[in-house]
């Protein structure tokens, strides 16, 4: 993709679009070969919900988690989104230092970093933030011009990757999880050119799939703000036909995955864990490995050791 290459080496968190692997032509003999294998082997970090701040250490667990990353054999990192905490409600001062400090503490991470769009990325949407409609960093805008587009793909040896933006802002000053009009337009197009065998992940911060509900207390289930993305069944369908190998997710803190038709969709644990103060629902501060091998996405979930300086462990 040359023109998101072009966009991306304009941003100051990226240093450049994926490759993809080509394929040289081959004599019938090694024909059966090629095609059971499509891609080269490769493996990844998938992190999500940094949620960084000055405040509880976070930033000092940030840096712990992602100097361990650093030392993983991996190709990148796919950053899942919720990048600070928080934008929403905040004025536009607090949010600016936010986005500098994870600027600066991603530097040990060392890798060709992704990013997906979360929540909390989204400045001043909140009313008690002080930050007027007309703001010119109100919404997604800052996030857009200094840290990655929106949604968007690419390819790394023979797999396609997508990126979505799960966050749709309400009339009321809010959020909730869904993927507009135009976006999924875009997604039906950008499947159909991959046709029925290339191998595709795809990123989402708010989840398209999660048995969450199961295991909140009846008090606590999501609302339309904190659910699963309202029309994922409109995403899910494009899936149909295409080879989409694994879906995966944040938002929820939780450590899980839910195979539907086929496709495995893997909610990370957090590298906040509970916001930074120790384990949520079971699920301590940690970071998902995944490996592509023989056309199948398969992962692993790693922790790294910190320790909250005010635990309230659920």
Known sequence: MDSFARSLSRRRFLAGAGAAASVAALSPSLAVAATAKKHEDFNFVFLTDTHIEPELNASQGCSMAFRQMSKEHADFALQGGDHVFDSLGVPTTRSLALFDLYEKTQQDLGLKTYHTIGNHDVIGVYAKSGVALNDPLFGKKYYADHIS????????????????????????????????????????????????????????????????????????????????????????????????????????????????????????????????HGTHMGAPEGYTMVSVRNGNMETRYETYGFKSVDPKNT
Request: proline content about 5%; overall charge negative; aromatic content about 10%.
């Open 149 to 276: 587009p929106l949604y968007y793909s690419f390819d790394h040896k023979g797999v396609h990757f997508v990126v979505l933006d799960s966050i749709g802002i309400t009339a009321d000053r809010h959020y909730e999880g869904r993927i507009d009009d135009a976006q999924i337009a875009w997604l039906a197009k950008d499947l159909a050119a991959q046709g029925s065998e290339k191998p595709v992940i795809v990123s989402t911060h708010i989840p398209l799939v999660t048995a969450m509900e199961c295991y909140v207390e009846p008090d606590k289930k999501p609302s339309v703000h904190s659910g699963p993305i309202v029309n994922s069944k409109d995403v899910i369908q494009l899936f149909e036909g295409h080879n989409v190998i694994g879906v995966l997710q944040g938002h929820t803190h939780i450590n899980e995955q839910v195979t539907w038709h086929g496709v495995p969709y893997v909610t990370s644990g957090a590298v906040s864990g509970n916001w930074w």
